[in-house]
């Protein structure tokens, strides 16, 4: 199992363009998540899928949309690209919500390490 | 919305220091719990997790945290650090109401050897 994959691992923008990013996991699970990490801020949460056919904002949503494809695919779309994007964005993928709780663990992707200039 | 305190930014210990990384979460329902560690370069890996039960949970690598519900804390715990535990830490809570998974700032640990 790959586990969870993103593409590309860097790009480098110029103000105003656009792009996707990539990811897919293999590990069937049900959520999927787009986080951006800041230094000193943590994990921000983007835009998440709790399940094929569903998307909800997150924290920090503007600016960002996103796609389930299917339940191994979610994207995220930068429609015009601002340097206050710029950042490492993570995709992660938890397995089915349940009343105990007990798949909530995230497993995370290696990170797509954006320059916006 | 909730939220997840970190206490320390950065934390500098000789090694065979003992460790203690302070979290603490807002949210008064029933959450889950996770301390995550990023090594320099990597992707988030799991540390340890609490969803229920016995409150001190033990995770890899000789952590341990203890969930203390009256005080909305879930503190990471080593009794000795070694060189290689030279990472950034982060503390989460997920909600289930809502499906939120909040984040710390996260504390970067320097070990000296």
């Known amino acids: 199992n790959a586990g969870v994959t993103q593409t590309p691992k860097f790009q480098v923008l110029k103000t105003g363009q656009s792009m996707t990013l990539q990811c897919a996991q293999d590990?069937?699970?049900?959520?999927m998540y787009w986080y951006r990490q800041d230094p000193g801020m943590g994990l921000r949460l983007i835009y998440y899928?709790?399940?094929?056919?569903?998307?909800d904002k997150g924290e920090v949503p503007n600016g960002y949309n996103v796609s389930r494809l299917n339940k191994r695919e979610f994207s995220l779309r930068l429609e015009s690209a601002a340097p206050s994007q710029t950042s490492v964005y993570f995709c992660?993928?938890?397995?089915?919500?349940?009343?105990?709780?007990?798949?909530?663990?995230?497993?995370f992707g290696p990170g797509t390490r954006l320059t916006v200039l | 919305a909730q939220s997840v305190s970190q206490h320390n930014h950065h934390v500098i210990l000789s090694e065979a220091a003992s460790l203690e990384l302070g979290c603490n979460y807002s949210?008064?329902?029933?959450?889950?719990l996770f301390w995550y560690v990023q090594y320099p370069g990597q992707h988030l890996q799991l540390l340890l997790k609490?969803?229920?039960?016995?409150?001190l949970v033990k995770g890899i690598k000789g952590f341990e945290a203890e969930f203390i519900k009256s005080k909305f804390s879930f503190n990471l715990r080593k009794p000795s650090v070694q060189w290689s535990d030279t990472a950034e830490y982060f503390c989460?809570?997920?909600?289930?109401?809502?499906?939120?998974?909040?984040f710390g700032a996260g504390t970067r640990l320097t070990v000296k050897p």
């Open positions: 992660a993928s938890s397995g089915a919500r349940t009343l105990t709780l007990s798949y909530n663990e995230q497993f």
């Open positions: 590990m069937n699970h049900n959520s």
């Open positions: 899928s709790a399940s094929e056919g569903t998307t």
């Open positions: 949210y008064g329902g029933t959450v889950n």
């Open positions: 609490y969803f229920s039960g016995d409150p």
């Open positions: 989460a809570a997920f909600t289930l109401n809502n499906n939120d998974m909040r």
